[in-house]
């Protein structure tokens, strides 16, 4: 059996129907370039309206320039951002966050199950003063983490707060946002800005589009001059009707929603048909589309040996990602293959 489904990454799913529906309504005769047109207007006006702000929106290709850009526009060359040391900017980006700032440093901290929290930050934000360190100026968490984690509402409120009081801007990156909104049942509003979030990089991609992120500011003194930041990036579609239709498609259809939700459930799902297979065991709490498991190698061969895809670098765990159109068919034919290699473990 070759799996017709794999859970490596949310990554490998293709685009939700919302999604290619509004690229194919978008293809339609001629419209301004490089996002002087209708369906940026009405993308960026969606997001406004999601998040009950009139927000700065500007549309990218990935994550890593969402990020990057991002923090590089809260930062001088000389400055630090403190980040999680598991976090996607200090690992997954290939220094591009301190490439786009010229210079800025990510400051990283070890933390519990990869969060941060107001007494990390201010450990590092106050172990230095002397010029030879990077002068701290903005904080970065990932909601939900790499590790599948999320932060309660009230955790970011108290890193916020403690952003204001050491002069921090908070960065949130959002490329599963909609999956914590959805495991957290609140409002993107809540989620963000009205916790003290200065700007979210919401990822589209995960959610179900081909490509694209949004980066919304939610202060507009913060958005200044970034159109520039994003051409000089590489980053200014010129087509931008494509970039900025997929969000009208999924926002007014509430996809974006019901995706992330649908992740979390089959996350949820395959941790419950793993739960009793000892030596098995379940690494992170499942709070949005991950799921981390430790397992012997022999389980683990075996079940590539079977044909499934999966990285175990990431968390120090065998990760499996539940993206938003995973098959619960799939799903469970991935468990019943844990459970025979668990099986033949034990002999
Ligand atoms: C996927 C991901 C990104 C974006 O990655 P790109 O490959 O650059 O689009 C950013 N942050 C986190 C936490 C991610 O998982």
């Given amino acids: 059996m070759i799996p017709e489904q794999q859970f490596a990454s949310d990554n490998y799913a293709g685009m939700c129907p919302e999604a290619m529906a509004a690229i194919v309504e978008a293809n339609t005769g001629h419209v301004q370039s490089y996002g002087d047109d209708a369906w940026t207007q009405r993308g960026s006006d969606s997001l406004r309206k999601l998040f009950e702000r009139d927000c700065d929106v500007f549309f990218v290709f990935n994550g890593t320039a969402a990020n990057s850009l991002a923090l590089a526009s809260l930062c001088y060359s000389y400055n630090g951002v403190i980040c999680a040391s598991s976090s996607h900017v200090e690992t997954d980006e290939c220094g591009a966050p301190e490439f786009f700032s010229n210079g800025s440093k990510l400051l990283s901290v070890t933390t519990e199950n990869g969060k941060l929290t107001p007494q990390s930050i201010r450990a590092i934000a106050t172990s230095r003063s002397d010029i030879h360190f990077p002068k701290p100026r903005a904080v970065t968490i990932t909601q939900p983490n790499e590790l599948g984690i999320t932060y309660s509402i009230e955790e970011v409120r108290a890193i916020s707060a403690e952003c204001r009081t050491l002069g921090l801007k908070l960065h949130m990156d959002g490329a599963r946002f909609a999956n914590a909104c959805a495991s957290l049942d609140c409002s993107p509003a809540d989620a963000s800005w009205r916790a003290g979030v200065d700007v979210l990089c919401f990822g589209g991609t995960k959610n179900g589009m081909a490509m694209g992120e949004a980066i919304i500011f939610f202060d507009h003194a913060l958005a200044a001059d970034f159109d520039y930041r994003c051409k000089q990036a590489g980053q200014l579609a010129s087509k931008m009707r494509f970039l900025a239709a997929p969000w009208v498609g999924m926002l007014e259809s509430g996809a974006w929603l019901k995706n992330a939700a649908h992740g979390n459930a089959c996350a949820n799902r395959f941790a419950a048909r793993i739960a009793e297979l000892a030596p098995v065991t379940r690494v992170f709490p499942v709070q949005a589309n991950s799921v981390f498991l ?21 968390g120090g765990a065998a990760r499996f990602m539940f993206a938003w159109d995973a098959d619960p068919v799939w799903v469970d034919r991935l468990a019943e293959d844990f459970a025979a290699e668990v099986r033949a473990f034990r002999g």
């Fill in 294 to 314: 430790h397992a012997p190698a022999a389980i683990l061969e075996g079940l590539h040996r079977r044909g499934w895809h999966f990285y175990t670098f990431i």
